[in-house]
């Protein structure tokens, strides 16, 4: 007979449901005890929770569900009771939201299976509270309307939608309460050129209603009359690196473009230079006299411009070092017993050394000036560089047999062979080329200077 044995982690998983369910039926016990005591002491409010919280842990906790029953009808019982006298008291509002939390109340318990008894020939008191209370509610926030209290009229508005959505045209006017002054604020702000503020109203407005008026075409307009354009001149370069000047520039306008806000524009570089040859303007850089002009016939506001003052690069020779190292032989000698054995010996062997480093180093002053003006926004230098080296090992011999150092034994002899071939595992014999270095230095100044660049231009826009 094979007899089934069951593996540790399902004698586990079984320990801790086990100690789960246990642990569950404990707890459901504990608070229906609370809630026989707490219903003993007549506080069934108390009583209550805690019969509802034993039920909630163990829905087969009959006494609980016994314990909720009693308790849970008196609750009810009272919050009728509340509604009752918020209707003689003249408080329609607090009347309905009492009703509206007994009906809460008893949906709650019927989903644990407890069903109570709910006073339905009351609802006819509370429809026709409700309907009066919609009635002047809805003429109420017609008046805000007419004073233009926006939101006061929005926030009646939206209670009539909560106890009524579709009572007569109150989504509409709660429509028009939300959005009308949006468009009235974006429309001012549009005027008084403050474009992000009136960006941000119109897009509030659109989230709620994206046909209200003609609000998609506002957004546009804001767009195009907030826009602001930037030019990236030609930078001045007085190294003998004439490449790089053209490379900063691609790498800035890239970056820049990327930028997710919404009035930032970088003019098309390929045009740039043939409209400013065409209006025989200084290609770089705009003075404070022709920077209206040439911001007019770029459409830019800023220019970004830069100099670049140095770009050293060095490259040392390649330096050639002589080191010793060992080469293992094996020969044959006799043993006391007149035998023979192998025998291994080292001979001391020259290996070469190789170090070679080069570094690139560069210093960039950028400026972003205002096109209506010629004033400087922002003017920074940047100093970068970029480093490599290689270290590299070279062996004329038999690199089988080559060692670092002597070993004695097996265990030396593997931990021997390991550091020679760390030794001659070099990664890299040649180094980074002098564009490469130039590529990572023009990536480390665009990295610093762009951000800031933007947050010029960000600031610029209201």
């Not at 429809?127 to 004073?147: G, P, R, T, V, W």
């Not at 990236?232 to 790089?244: A, E, G, Y």
């Not at 670049?308 to 032989?329: F, P």
């Amino acid at each position: 007979m094979i007899r089934f044995q069951p593996s540790p982690c399902i004698r586990l998983a079984a320990v801790v449901l086990l100690a789960a369910c246990a642990t569950g039926c404990h707890s459901s016990r504990s608070a229906a005890k609370q809630g026989t005591k707490a219903e003993e002491a007549g506080m069934f409010h108390v009583a209550a929770e805690h019969y509802l919280e034993a039920v909630t842990r163990k829905s087969t906790n009959f006494e609980a569900m016994k314990g909720l029953q009693r308790t849970g009808q008196w609750v009810l019982t009272t919050m009728v009771q509340d509604f009752d006298n918020l209707v003689l008291a003249n408080q329609p509002e607090q009347a309905l939201a009492s009703w509206h939390a007994a009906e809460e109340y008893k949906e709650t318990l019927e989903a644990t299976g407890v069903r109570l008894l709910f006073p339905e020939a009351k609802r006819q008191v509370y429809e026709s509270i409700k309907d009066s209370h919609l009635a002047e509610s809805y003429s109420e926030a017609n008046m805000f309307l007419a004073e233009e209290d926006f939101e006061a009229a929005h926030h009646v508005f939206r209670a009539i939608l909560k106890l009524n959505p579709r009572y007569k045209d109150t989504r509409e006017l709660c429509d028009y309460a939300f959005c009308e002054p949006l468009y009235r604020r974006a429309g001012q702000a549009r005027e008084q050129g403050r474009f992000r503020t009136a960006l941000s109203a119109v897009e509030r407005l659109l989230a709620e209603d994206e046909f209200y008026k003609d609000a998609r075409q506002l957004r546009q307009d804001i767009l195009e009359d907030g826009q602001f354009g930037v030019a990236i001149l030609p930078f001045r370069n007085t190294t003998n690196h004439p490449s790089v000047s053209d490379n900063l520039e691609a790498s800035l306008a890239q970056w820049l473009s990327r930028s997710k806000d919404p009035f930032l524009k970088i003019v098309d570089r390929e045009n740039l230079g043939f409209i400013l040859a065409e209006n025989e303007l200084n290609l770089l850089g705009a003075t404070s006299e022709n920077a209206p002009k040439v911001g007019e016939l770029l459409g830019a506001k800023a220019f970004v411009s830069a100099s670049i003052s140095d770009c050293k690069y060095h490259k040392s020779r390649l330096h050639r070092k002589a080191k010793t190292g060992y080469e293992a032989y094996r020969i044959q000698v006799k043993t006391s017993d007149g035998g023979t054995e192998q025998e291994t010996k080292f001979k001391e062997v020259t290996y070469q050394r190789y170090h070679q480093t080069a570094h690139l180093t560069m210093r960039v002053n950028i400026e972003v000036t205002s096109s209506s003006t010629g004033a400087v926004l922002f003017s920074s230098s940047y100093d970068a560089q970029a480093t490599d080296e290689i270290t590299y090992n070279v062996y004329d011999g038999n690199l089988d047999h080559f060692y670092s150092t002597k070993f004695w034994n097996n265990l030396s002899k593997v931990a021997a062979k390991a550091a020679t071939l760390l030794l001659f595992n070099s990664p890299r014999t040649i180094l980074r080329s002098e564009t490469e270095l130039l590529n990572e230095v023009r990536a480390k100044i665009t990295e610093l200077a762009a951000p800031k660049i933007q947050q010029t231009l960000v600031t610029s826009v209201q």
